[in-house]
């Protein structure tokens, strides 16, 4: 079992900044994928940013530029650097850790509001 608890979500203004942070615990295998989904009222749950234990990232379209993804993998966490944020970007965010042959697991989620 992987649990997964998230933290820095908040209220902020267009333009601001907010950093997500991830810890993972449980049993955790060093060969992994940890990032980040989004989903906003009425919408999909779509894919924000992924980073694998060895640094390969992915990011949606739409955040590239503005959202940088990083791993601290000693601590297993992840981070989620949030810049340049639109109202576009209000969602409940949620940390994932997945691995081949295994099963997906997520967090609580935290809530993102962005102002205009």
């Known amino acids: 079992q992987v649990q997964l608890v998230e933290s820095g979500g908040g209220l902020v203004q267009a333009g601001g900044s907010l950093r997500l942070s991830c810890a993972a615990s449980?049993?955790?295998?060093?060969?992994?994928?940890m990032g980040w989904y989004r989903q906003a009222p009425g919408k999909q749950r779509e894919l924000v940013a992924t980073m694998t234990d060895a640094g390969r990232t992915n990011y949606v379209d739409s955040v590239k530029g503005r959202f940088t993804i990083s791993r601290d993998n000693p601590k297993n966490m992840v981070h989620l650097q949030m810049n340049s944020l639109k109202p576009e970007d209000t969602a409940v965010y949620y940390c994932?850790?997945?691995?081949?042959?295994?099963?997906?697991?997520w967090g609580q989620g935290t809530q993102v509001t962005v102002s205009s």
């Open positions: 994932l850790y997945t691995r081949i042959t295994a099963k997906t697991y």
């Open positions: 449980g049993s955790i295998f060093p060969i992994n994928t």
